[in-house]
C-alpha cells in the first residue's frame, strides 16, 4: 500500500525541488506539479512528488490521525 502524507515545505531548492519536514525528517521532493508553494505551506507528498497544496489545519488533523494510529511518528 501506497500513503501519500502531508509534509511542510522548510527549504525551496533549485530545480523545482523543496527540503520537507515528514515527521522531523526531512526529505527532497519535486515540486514540479504544484505551482506557488512557499516555506512554511504543507504539501501532499507521494514517492518523492508534491502532488498538491494543502490548508494547514487539515494537515495538521491528518498529521494528528496518523500519528495516533502508528502511522507517523508525532512532530517534534
Request: net charge negative.
Amino acid at each position: 500500500m501506497c500513503l501519500a502524507v502531508p509534509a511542510r515545505v522548510i527549504e525551496l531548492l533549485e530545480d523545482d525541488r523543496a527540503t520537507v519536514s515528514l515527521g522531523g525528517v526531512k526529505v527532497a521532493c519535486s515540486l514540479a506539479l504544484v505551482e506557488g508553494v512557499a516555506v512554511g505551506d504543507y504539501v501532499i507528498v507521494h514517492v518523492g512528488y508534491a502532488l498538491s497544496r494543502l490548508d494547514p489545519e487539515e494537515a495538521e488533523r491528518t498529521l494528528a490521525l496518523l500519528a495516533e494510529t502508528g502511522t507517523l511518528m508525532p512532530a517534534a
